[in-house]
Nanobody
Framework: VQLQASGGGLVQAGGSLRLSCAFSGSTFSIKFIGWYRQAPGKEREFVAGISSGVSTDYSDSVKGRFTFYRDNAKNTVYLQMNSLKPEDTAVYYC?????????WGQGTQVTVSS
């Protein structure tokens, strides 16, 4: 599956951004699609996503502020990020997994200034 992420940028604390990830390829076999992020000097961490189309999960650090949703007609997933904090600064990656693949988008930088 091919992934193309976009929507990052620089925003002040308290602001909002929306990330997009368009996907293509063997999309019928997707078991998980979502977002991870990696801050400087830290490991990549889960942010939000949906498994097998059942339910959406969020990390505790973003719950209540971020919303993950999918537009099936456009083969695109989104991450609406509100009430952004400086600690949300990271490179955000979309990720899709199936039985025999684990694909990543190119990453998009989100910088939140205090």
């Amino acid at each position: 599956v091919q992934l193309q992420a976009s929507g990052g940028g620089l925003v002040q604390a308290g602001g909002s951004l929306r990330l997009s990830c368009a996907f293509s390829g063997s999309t019928f076999s997707i078991k998980f699609i979502g977002w991870y992020r990696q801050a400087p000097g830290k490991e990549r961490e889960f942010v939000a996503g949906i498994s097998s189309g059942v339910s959406t999960d969020y990390s505790d650090s973003v719950k209540g502020r971020f919303t993950f949703y999918r537009d099936n007609a456009k083969n695109t997933v989104y991450l609406q990020m509100n009430s952004l904090k400086p600690e949300d600064t990271a490179v955000y990656y979309c990720n899709v997994r199936g039985f025999d693949y684990n694909d990543w988008g190119q990453g998009t930088q989100v910088t939140v200034s205090s």
